[in-house]
């Protein structure tokens, strides 16, 4: 018989696969504009797409973020994620660890990442909730050993779990928690939204207490007031917040301008190698997607989900030829990328040049 826990990741991959639940809304990337040089000084085979992500070197900046685990169906799901991830030689995240450590018989649909990919970097996952309890600390260092992970993306998913039926979030002050693992933790600790968006309030708050990475997580991807709307009786409260949140585009520009050590990742309806692109011009030093790659994996297995990667990166490298960048980090640093229309209104209220 299935745990609360394992029934909900279930509904999760269902509906997320089944449904339609992207907020095509406020996925703002159409508004980012990349400067198109006509007659680049480099070739396609000149480019160089790798970069170093927790020390490790990967062919491209595209992280595998979280999907799930902690059902027997999920273990078929990570273990061809996981596959591919070490094909292409990009990290990839497993979904939120809880099942595991309240019914060890779960572990394997996560352990089985790091034993299908052993060469790139594995990201643990706990939900902001657990970190904030007094066995917090425990609870991640448990989740790291139990896959032998790169580092702990800590998810801060407050809507979420205010919408959820089984929602569990009674901590209102997360910084001292999160400023305690930063300390205690033997891995990078990765702050991660899940659809919602950081601002460049607290990715400041982030950065002053040494967090690594944050992962702004915006809106325009996958929607869970939508998901968790259709797993409620009551569908009226999840839909008052089906367009709440920060969007992706102004999500990375505000987290990139408002840190001096934190690496930004960009996600939140990352759905190609041009998406990709436009959040590194736009600050982000790594990118990723979920669902895409869950889609994929569900509808066609180890082919589309190889196909599906492939052509994030191809695309990927033919904007570094089209910008005259020649690395990830030149794209990053130059500024080619323009804001327009709502994302520019939006930069300019909130004060920023």
Known sequence: MLNETSRRKLDHIRIAVEESVESEELNWFGFVKLIHQAAPSISLEEVDPSITFLRVKISFPLLIEAITGGHKVSYEINRTLAKIASEAKIPIGVGSQRAALEDSSLVRTYRIVRDEAPDVPVLANLGISHVCRKDGIELAKRAVDMIDADALAVHVNVLQELLQPEGDLEESSVIPFLADLKRE?????????????????????????????????????????????????????????????????????????????????????????????????????????????????????????????????????????????????????????????????????????
């Open 185 to 353: 933790l033997d891995v990078p600790v990765i702050v991660k939204e899940v659809g919602n968006g950081i601002s460049g309030e607290l990715a400041s708050l982030l950065d002053l207490i040494g967090i690594e990475y944050i992962d702004v997580g915006g809106a325009g991807g996958t929607n869970w007031a939508k998901i968790e709307g259709l797993r409620r009786k009551d569908r009226s409260l999840s839909g008052d917040f089906v367009y709440w949140g920060i969007p992706t585009v102004v999500s990375i520009y505000e987290a990139a301008n408002s840190v001096k050590r934190a690496r930004i990742i960009g996600s939140g309806g990352i759905r190609s190698g041009v998406d990709m692109a436009k959040a590194i011009a736009l600050g982000a030093s790594m990118t990723g997607a979920a669902r895409p790659f869950l889609e994929a994996v569900v509808r066609g297995g180890e082919a589309d989900l190889r196909r599906k990667i492939r052509a994030f990166e191809e695309s990927f490298k033919i904007c570094l030829v089209l910008t005259d960048s020649r690395t990830v980090e030149e794209l990053r640093l130059s500024k080619k990328a323009i804001l327009t229309g709502k994302a520019l209104e939006w930069m300019r209220s909130r004060g920023f040049s």
